[in-house]
């Protein structure tokens, strides 16, 4: 139904904003720049009429083959993905590419810093999960185990963020305490 | 004329490309992951057809207000911007947009690696410039200075890339060699 459709879009949207908004407190202070990666799109067939804009006709949405945020803190390479659920008790695997995952190791072989920003929508409960334990978790998958993480095991494993006002979504906090010892000055 | 769309097209094409396949390289090889963004697109209209997949109907390509290439190296944030011109003996500054400075500047603020790579079509002569340069050029053209970099310049402050055959520009080699003592283990 166009209300699901809706409600979904919204939902995205609300976590997308506050972490935009987030991104723009970090760079106005300076602290930190982190841009969200434009939607990939295949396009197909661009008019371009006599004395305006070339218009996009027919195009399509490409499955992002990385994450949707990266970026510089400190020197070091930043590098997340940002979803939100209305489950209640845990977090479906499936809101992940596999190919997504194929970017998170690699990034994580480079040195790059890299985690998920998790949202349960219904709670409004917002956690950081590092990569490496994500990871964890998709190789328990593939190895025939549970096809989600318990919201406690995120509690355990991650970071709680709470909501705050400027910036909304601090998560360079949480980095800035996990990463101490190889941030650069 | 077409022919001339055309060129454009294909030079454009082909220092993406080379880098594009030096990404590949490095990313195959675990030296590095670099990836282009996708060119942003303002989409205005989007169809949902039945039982197939949602065709974007009207959009429009909107200004880059980031830099063309940016990910992971030794855990440092790498973060450029590839450039042709079929002028000979300069580099002409109108090629940058004003907002692009302001990218270099914001991630040179927070410790990233920034530079250019350029190309000079006619001579297939390949530099790579650091960032803090080019904001030097672009601050002596807005001081009433020259609104271009001269190819002389560009060798002196810059670096010069030998085309290879794998990878073909060998960018992270010189990155490797500059930036030696802040690069992470
Ligand atoms: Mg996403
Ligand atoms: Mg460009």
């Known amino acids: 139904t166009d209300e699901k459709k809706y409600g979904y879009a919204n939902r995205g949207m609300t976590l997308e904003e506050d972490i935009n908004e987030t991104n ?38 490409k499955t992002p083959s990385t994450t949707d945020y990266n970026g510089v803190y400190k020197g070091r390479y930043i590098d997340f993905e940002a979803k939100e659920t209305r489950n209640e008790t845990s ?7 596999e190919h997504q995952i194929r970017h998170i190791r690699d990034v994580i072989d480079c040195g ?9 929508a219904k ?45 909304r979504i601090d998560y360079i906090r949480i980095i800035d305490s996990i990463y101490r010892d190889i941030l650069c000055p």
Do not use: C
């Open 91 to 97: 977090f479906p695997l499936k809101n992940i590419h």
């Open 112 to 120: 790059g810093i890299s985690f998920l920003i998790i949202r349960f």
């Open 24 to 61: 723009a407190y970090y760079l106005a202070h300076r602290i930190a720049v982190i841009h969200k990666k434009p939607t990939p799109v295949q396009i197909v067939q661009v008019d371009y009429p006599h004395r305006s804009a070339a218009v996009i006709k027919e195009a399509y949405f």
């Open 123 to 167: 709670s409004e409960e917002i956690f950081l999960l590092e990569g490496k334990y994500l990871l964890q978790f998709w190789d328990r998958m593939k190895a025939g185990g549970r096809k989600s993480i318990k919201k406690e095991e995120i509690a355990a494993f991650g970071h709680r963020i709470p909501l705050g006002i400027r910036p």
